[in-house]
């Protein structure tokens, strides 16, 4: 949408933490589009948290599109949202966008479409497919059209509004993401703790991982520093591919048992910690 990847992605659910906006124009409109975490059922402090900064992110916005997977179709959670557009849509249009089209056949596409139309009255429903790029730029026309009038928010070649150290604090987590297993990922978060701009033109970025138990920092480490080598390498390709210039990424594991009940993480993720409550 906003030609440029501002938000990290993986195949594991949840990988959204907070709302990162990223920016695009089309014609004389600038869209600022802000993604938000998935909506699900929370369980712990960092859980709460991003759900409400879902749900905040709705309610801040001047359009609303939920974004619908095709394959997996109206769910129990997708069935508690509809219910809470109830109240969020008020005084905004909501759209609704079925996304991963390519996974699914047209009849069953059409069938979903009506059943979620049925259960919320959409002002207009797209189908897309964000991998491949189908409908995505109808999707942007129409936002383009539905933005109030103003002043553009953003100057012309700005595409996120996230800063630079929190962008290469979740470039670093993504990789780790992609790369351990089951929970862990969600038991770890990155944080920037130094950024020095050399004389050469290069950048010497130091950030933290912090871990809650001793088990894993071994496992992000991996077995002679393996693993945490590779993350480095991938995390400081991409930042340097990002910057256009070259980066000196170091990293540093830090175990924290309670790092999930420390107001700051949440700040330094974007989080309110209060919301987690
Ligand atoms: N086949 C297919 N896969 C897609 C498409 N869009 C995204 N994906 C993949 O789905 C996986 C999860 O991405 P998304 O569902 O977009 O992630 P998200 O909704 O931001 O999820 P969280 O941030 O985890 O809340 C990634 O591996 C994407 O590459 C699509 O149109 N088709
Ligand atoms: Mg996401």
Do not use: C
């Amino acid at each position: 949408m906003v030609g440029a990847k501002v938000s990290i992605v993986t195949h594991k659910v949840q990988t959204t933490r907070a709302r990162i906006r990223g920016v695009a124009i089309e014609g004389d409109s600038q869209i600022v589009f802000v993604d938000t975490p998935g909506l699900f059922k929370p369980r712990r402090r960092l859980d709460r948290a991003m759900v409400a900064a879902a749900w905040g992110g709705a309610a801040d916005a001047d359009v609303v599109v939920l974004l619908v997977e095709a394959h997996r179709g109206l769910t129990e959670g997708v069935g508690r949202i509809l219910d809470g557009l109830q109240d969020i849509g008020k005084g905004r249009p909501v759209a609704l966008a079925i996304n991963k089209i390519d996974r699914v056949k047209a009849e069953v596409l059409l069938a979903l479409s009506a059943k979620l139309n049925e259960r919320y009255p959409f002002v207009e429903t797209f189908m897309i497919s964000a991998e491949k790029g189908h409908g995505v730029a109808d999707l942007r026309a129409w936002l383009a059209g539905k933005m109030p009038e103003g002043p553009w928010l953003y100057p012309e070649d700005q595409i996120a509004d996230l800063p630079l150290r929190m962008i290469a604090a979740e470039m670093t987590r993504e990789k780790l993401t992609l790369r351990l297993h089951q929970e862990l990922p969600y038991q770890l978060t990155v944080e920037t703790e130094n950024w020095e701009e050399r004389k050469d033109g290069s950048a010497r970025v130091d950030q933290l991982i912090y871990v809650a138990r001793d088990g894993h920092k071994g496992i992000v480490l991996g077995k002679k520093g393996e693993t945490i080598k590779a993350v480095s390498q991938a995390a400081r390709a991409e930042l340097e591919e990002f910057l256009g210039r070259k980066v000196h990424l170091f990293l540093q594991v830090k175990v924290r048992p309670n790092w999930l009940e420390e107001a700051e993480r949440y700040s330094e993720m974007g989080l309110d910690f209060r919301d987690g409550n």
